[in-house]
Structures are given as structure tokens and as C-alpha cells.
């Protein structure tokens, strides 16, 4: 069982910034895949962005060029930075692990709402 501890989101207004923190219970480098997924209300969740135990990183459209995914492997944590932050962005923000047996463990989820 690997627990995933978030941190980082909240109320921010249209063009600001926030960074989320996501730490798990387990080693980073025995983690395949770790992400950032978001579900807005009434919609399904989608990937935001994700990046690999090699660190190769993917991102949704939407985010492109605004996210960065990163990971501290000294600190065994997992990092997304949002800037440009726009109301469209507002959702309930879930890490995600995947592990090399490719059972996957979520976060508690974290809120971000981007409003003026």
C-alpha cells in the first residue's frame, strides 16, 4: 500500500500561481509513473500531467506551456507548478503512483479554485 500526501492548492486568482506537492509513503525510484490528475464538477478526471521513473514528462493540451511537472528525489517528492492559472483550471487536483506491477494508488485530492 503506498500512501500519497498532497499539498499546495487553494484559492488563487485569474493569472497567479500555484505549486502542488505530492509525497509518497513509498521510494520514488520503486514508482514508475507519478502524475497529476484533475476532476472539475460534474466531469470525468483527466491527466494533467505525468512524469517517469526516468523522468520523461507528458502534459495535457490545456496545460502546456503553463504546468511543469518535476520530481526532488532527495526530498521523495513530486512537484506541479501551474502558472497562468485561469478559471478553467478550477478542480479537485489527485496524485496519482504507478507502480512497476502497474497497481495504481491515489492522493485525498487537493482543491484548486482559480476566482476573482
Known amino acids: 500500500q503506498v500512501q500519497l500526501v498532497e499539498s499546495g492548492g487553494g484559492l488563487v486568482q485569474p493569472g497567479g500561481s500555484l505549486r502542488l506537492s505530492c509525497a509518497p509513503s513509498?521510494?520514488?525510484?520503486?514508482?514508475?509513473?507519478m502524475g497529476w490528475y484533475r476532476q472539475a464538477p460534474g466531469k470525468q478526471r483527466d491527466s494533467v500531467a505525468t512524469?517517469?521513473?526516468?523522468?520523461?514528462?507528458n502534459y495535457a493540451d490545456s496545460v502546456k506551456g503553463r504546468f511543469t511537472i518535476s520530481r526532488d528525489n532527495a526530498k521523495n517528492t513530486v512537484y506541479l507548478q501551474m502558472n497562468s492559472l485561469n478559471p478553467a483550471d478550477t478542480a479537485v487536483y489527485y496524485c496519482?503512483?504507478?507502480?512497476?506491477?502497474?497497481?495504481?494508488?491515489w492522493g485525498q485530492g487537493t482543491q484548486v479554485t482559480v476566482s476573482s
Open positions: 512524469i517517469t521513473n526516468n523522468g520523461s514528462t
Open positions: 496519482n503512483a504507478r507502480l512497476f506491477t502497474r497497481t495504481n494508488y
Open positions: 513509498e521510494s520514488i525510484f520503486r514508482i514508475a509513473v
